[in-house]
C-alpha cells in the first residue's frame, strides 16, 4: 500500500493552521469565562487577570487567563503544538456551588467540538479532574498590579436569569 508523502511546508502549514485554530478557541473559551462570571455583583468574582507569557520565553507558557473561579492555560507542547489547559477553584466550587462551573464546561465544549472548529482540536483541551487553587495564584497577580505582560480587567455586572 502506497501511503502519500507529506512535505515539511505541508507538515508547517497543518501545525500553523492547527496552532492557530487553538489560539481563536482560547479567546472564545476566556470570552465566555469572562461572561459565566459577569453575573456576580462583587467586583472580585468579575476580575480577570490575562498574563502574556511571550515576554517570558524561559518556559512553555504562551498565556494564562486567571479569575476566582477558572485558570485557563495555553501552551506548547514537546511538539510545538498549542495546547489548553482549564482548572477550577477549589473554594469557588464550595462556596457557590456547581452552577458557574457547570455553564463554563458547556461554553469550552461548545467551543472546541469538532464541528465548531475549521480543525479538530478536541485532543487539544486538557480539564483538569480535580480542583485546586486557583485564587491564591489569581490574588497574587492582582497584588502585583498590571505590568507590560498582565492586564487586569473588571467587568461590569450583568444580571442574568439562571435555573
Known sequence: MKTKKTTVQEELSTEQSHNNEVIRVFDLITQSAREVVSNFETKKYRTSVM????????????????????????????????????????????????????QFLRQVMKHTMKEATQVNIESCIRIDAGTKEVRNYFYKRITDGENEYVSITIDEPIISETC
Do not use: P
Not at 498565556?63 to 510545538?80: C, P
Open 51 to 102: 498574563v502574556d507569557h511571550l515576554q517570558n520565553n524561559n518556559n512553555s507558557l504562551i498565556r494564562e487567563y486567571l479569575s476566582y473561579f477558572f485558570n485557563v492555560t495555553l501552551t506548547r507542547n514537546k511538539n510545538s503544538l498549542l495546547v489548553i489547559y482549564i482548572g477550577f477553584d477549589s473554594e469557588a466550587l464550595t462556596r457557590f456551588g456547581t452552577l458557574s462551573h457547570n
